[in-house]
């Protein structure tokens, strides 16, 4: 691809020719399909994350983005009447096959939510918390040092390390996100799920966390849910447009309409649904 | 006046009207009432039992005559029955609101059932309790009803589905956030419980609970009819042991026939509520400290 393009996508970490085109897929969705007890939320999703690529998902409200990207950690299986089919494979694995343990999977990908949710607890424990339910055998300086990586890795060490036990709630909103963005990478997990992860923060505290993700993307692989045109133009490698349709029975669901390089979708993408809602005639 | 037409904020304060004030009086009376007849209350009992404010109270036992009469027995009658209750009430209650709150498929029709009867238990009049334990003594084959162990039974399950409903209601007020973050990083269900829903809910599970052993140590319905109305003058050693408590024993000296005896009810009295009223203000202190803003 040619760099004319580039203004509106990033450049940081790949670098020139390959950005936005899958070098190596980490997790594959074939034909996946959401239900809600009766209700078939989303249908047919197939589509490709790029390893260490920033994959955003955009599309208006209740179109199933939540919903997918739920499926990639199986936290709905959490929800009582979720239940889905087709398959998404993960490094070769069915991620939702019999023998796999979804604990298992969240411990490898990880999730920051829309709202910041500190545990009530000291900054130093929100973070120390998944290393050691997730059986990682620390010492006491093993945990401190994880701790200090995980907190500088989220930009926040600096801010915090001289009130590592003052409580997570005592922290700004902004401060907060990025406290839950280093509970999820103290972990190491492979993949970092984010849901609207900016939506209730100013747009000061947005960018911190956007350049914590092209950071991030160094290391990891992100999959992140915005309404923020702009935020996907600017941190994403790749960008699926889900939408929302109804079907013949009257039942409204959300569906994949397509997905391409960041630069290409929101410069020349091919469906003209994705044109109308990125320029705003839509949603 | 000219309201709508003029920009006038002055005017006679609608707070000061007729009507408003009739109605805030009325409530200041009702609570006036409320308040008086506590203080007359306080206050006669507390004169009742004057001149047996002493270690008499603490150190005698039961005796016929009222001179020498102290509620020893009943007090660490009181006290041993009531943390058996505790001992037994409090472990029960909590597994069984997790178990509800956490882990339960709400929409199996067995769960349903168990949600509706805890409503309902906590309603249920205390003798009733009495009646069920002495029927499970019974069964057991004990002789003597009035044994500790009886009177804890009785009084554990008057409160359990009390504890239960105040450990639901904590651990309903503990943002479902907080949860799924825990869940997120690859935490078991046990883990998130035990670790974070469970240690969020402290606060609230610790108030709820505190007022329902209080609830306990005031109660003697059940009691009497396990037949604690004993006249006793030892300490209550062991779980099989006969006891007796301080509402029952000041039940008892209150319907005796010489007046002394009312004076050592007061005074048992005047120590029974001091023991409420400061479980109460622990309850009071605990919730207002640990608070959580979420
Ligand atoms: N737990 C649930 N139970 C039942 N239905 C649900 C549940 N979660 C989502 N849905 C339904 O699934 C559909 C997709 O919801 P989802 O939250 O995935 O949308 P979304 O694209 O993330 O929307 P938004 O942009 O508003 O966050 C909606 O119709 C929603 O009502
Ligand atoms: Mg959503």
């Known amino acids: 691809m040619t760099s004319e393009s580039q203004g509106l996508s990033r450049g940081m970490h790949l670098g020139g020719s390959t950005r936005g085109e899958i070098v190596q897929p980490i997790m594959e969705l074939r034909n996946l399909n959401v239900y809600y007890g009766d209700f078939h939320a989303v249908r047919d999703i197939s589509l490709d994350v790029g390893a260490n690529q920033i994959t955003a998902f955009i599309g208006p409200s209740g179109c199933g983005k939540s919903t997918v990207l739920r499926c990639l950690n199986r936290t709905n299986d959490l929800v009582p009447s979720a239940r889905v089919t087709g398959g998404i494979d993960y490094r070769g694995h069915d991620l939702y096959g019999p023998s796999v343990d979804p604990i298992e999977v969240r411990r490898r990908v990880g999730m920051v939510f829309q709202k910041p949710n500190p545990f009530p607890k000291s900054i130093f424990d929100n973070i120390a918390y998944g290393p050691r339910v997730t059986g990682m055998k620390l010492n006491k300086s093993e945990t401190e040092d994880l701790v200090e990586h995980a907190l500088s890795k989220a930009g926040l060490w600096s801010e915090v390390k001289d009130k590592l036990d003052q409580s997570g709630f005592a922290l700004s909103g902004g401060q907060q996100q990025r406290l839950c963005i280093a509970r999820a990478i103290a972990t190491s997990p492979d993949i970092l799920l984010m849901d609207e992860p900016c939506a209730s923060l100013d747009p000061i505290a947005t960018s911190l966390i956007e350049d914590l993700m092209l950071e991030l993307v160094n290391d990891y692989t992100v999959v992140i849910v915005t309404h923020n045109m702009q935020q996907a133009a600017r941190v994403s490698d790749r960008t699926a447009f889900f939408s929302a349709k109804i079907d013949d029975a009257g039942q409204r669901f959300g569906h994949l309409v397509e997905m391409d390089q960041t630069s290409k979708i929101f410069t020349n993408p091919s469906d003209s649904r994705t044109e109308d809602y990125i320029s705003g005639r839509f949603g | ?232 003058t030892y300490d209550p050693n062991g779980l099989l042991a006969g006891f007796t408590t301080m509402p029952i024993q000041i039940f008892s000296w209150t319907s005796a026939a010489q007046e002394e005896f009312k004076q050592v009810a007061a005074a048992t009295s005047m120590l029974l509520l001091a023991i409420l009223l400061s479980m109460n203000g622990v309850a009071i202190f605990i919730r207002n400290k640990f608070a959580k803003r979420w």
Do not use: C
Not at chain 2, 11 to 38: D, M, Q
Not at chain 2, 106 to 124: F, G, M, P, T
């Open chain 2, 1 to 232: 006046m000219s309201v709508a037409t003029n920009w006038s904020i002055e005017g006679k304060n609608h707070e000061k009207n007729f009507k408003s004030i009739i109605f805030l009086g009325v409530l200041w009376l009702s609570l006036f009432v409320a308040f008086l007849f506590l203080i007359i209350l306080l206050v006669t009992t507390a004169m009742n039992g004057w001149g047996r404010y002493d270690m008499r109270l603490f150190t005698s036992y039961n005796n016929t005559t009222p001179a020498d009469a102290g509620a020893r027995a009943a007090i660490l009658g009181s006290l041993f029955v009531v943390s058996v209750t505790a001992l037994m009430a409090i472990p029960v209650g909590i597994a069984a609101a997790v178990y509800l709150e956490e882990f339960a498929d709400r929409s199996k029709w067995y769960n349903k059932v168990i949600e509706l009867n805890i409503q309902n238990l906590a309603a249920v009049p205390a003798i009733l309790y009495g009646m069920l334990t002495l029927g499970i003594l019974t069964i057991l084959g004990l002789k003597n009803k009035n044994v500790v162990i009886g009177g804890s039974l009785a009084l554990a399950l008057l409160i359990l589905p009390v504890v239960i409903l105040t450990t639901r209601e904590a651990l309903r007020a503990v943002p479902q956030e907080i949860r799924d973050g825990s869940l997120a990083l690859g935490a078991t269900e046990v883990q998130t419980v035990t670790k974070q829903t469970l240690p969020a809910a402290i606060p609230g599970i610790a108030t709820g609970t505190i007022l329902a052993v209080s609830r306990a140590i005031g109660e003697a319905a059940p009691l009497l009819l396990l037949g604690a109305l004993v006249f006793i």
